[in-house]
Antibody
Framework: EVQLVESGGGLVQSGGSLRLSCAAS????????MSWVRQAPGKGLEWVAT????????YYVDSVKGRFTISRDNAKNSLDLQMNSLRAEDSAVYYC??????????WGQGTLVTVSS | QSALTQPASVSGSPGQSITISCTGT?????????VSWYQQHPGKAPKLMIY???KRPPGVSNRYSGSKSGNTASLTISGLQAEDEADYYC??????????FGGGTKLTVL
């Protein structure tokens, strides 16, 4: 069974940093594209970032470029999202998702990030 | 990277069929066959229902079907059931490994 478990969310001040992690199991992580998708409270889904299976290339939505970094450790089956210079509009539930090359096949339960201004 | 356009809400009675539209542009929906649909119940994670426009993952009911015409994709749910009540989001590839979601549609089963 595919499992994706996010951690690292919390309350942070505007301009601060936070690092999210996602522990993956139940599939061959090193063969899988991985992504982060977020959802602001009461709002829709927004794609944030995607990383290739070998970590060689990364892709970001314009609003987070230069501030967020997606990375992975295939030896530990883990995915990270380093978030710097956080803004109020980054407040959201952040989902770890398997996929990003054709669709997002599996999702974690999400971790809440709240940025206070 | 503008969001795809979905109706805010749709409704139907049990047993009926409903269709949710998802309108994009020639840069996303109209240019690629990578439209997917996600179901989200309140407080839960999204679940993949349709991928590559019309394919169903294992375990998803065949009451769910997807299609595309030009810049508009559609999700049809036939034989509506109470458990289908949820938010539905479309998503399209937008080139260079970027993705755009729709604003979401709240489905109410009357």
């Amino acid at each position: 069974e595919v499992q994706l478990v996010e951690s690292g969310g919390g309350l942070v001040q505007s301009g601060g940093s936070l690092r999210l992690s996602c522990a993956a199991s139940g599939f061959t992580f090193s063969d899988s594209w991985m992504s982060w998708v977020r959802q602001a409270p009461g709002k829709g889904l927004e794609w944030v970032a995607t990383i290739k299976p070998d970590g060689s290339e990364t892709y970001y939505v314009d609003s987070v470029k230069g501030r967020f970094t997606i990375s992975r450790d295939n030896a530990k089956n883990s995915l990270d999202l380093q978030m710097n210079s956080l803004r109020a509009e980054d407040s959201a539930v952040y989902y770890c998702a398997r996929g990003g090359s054709t669709h997002f096949g599996n999702w974690g339960q999400g971790t809440l990030v709240t940025v206070s201004s | 990277q503008s969001a795809l356009t979905q109706p805010a809400s749709v409704s139907g009675s049990p047993g009926q069929s409903i269709t949710i539209s998802c309108t994009g542009t020639s840069s996303d929906v109209g240019n690629y066959n990578f439209v997917s649909w996600y179901q989200q119940h309140p407080g839960k994670a999204p679940k993949l229902m349709i991928y590559e426009g019309s394919k169903r993952p294992p375990g998803v009911s065949n009451r769910y079907s997807g299609s595309k015409s030009g810049n508009t994709a559609s999700l049809t749910i036939s034989g509506l059931q109470a458990e289908d009540e949820a938010d539905y989001y479309c998503c399209s590839y937008a080139g260079s490994y970027t993705w755009v979601f729709g604003g979401g549609t709240k489905l109410t089963v009357l």
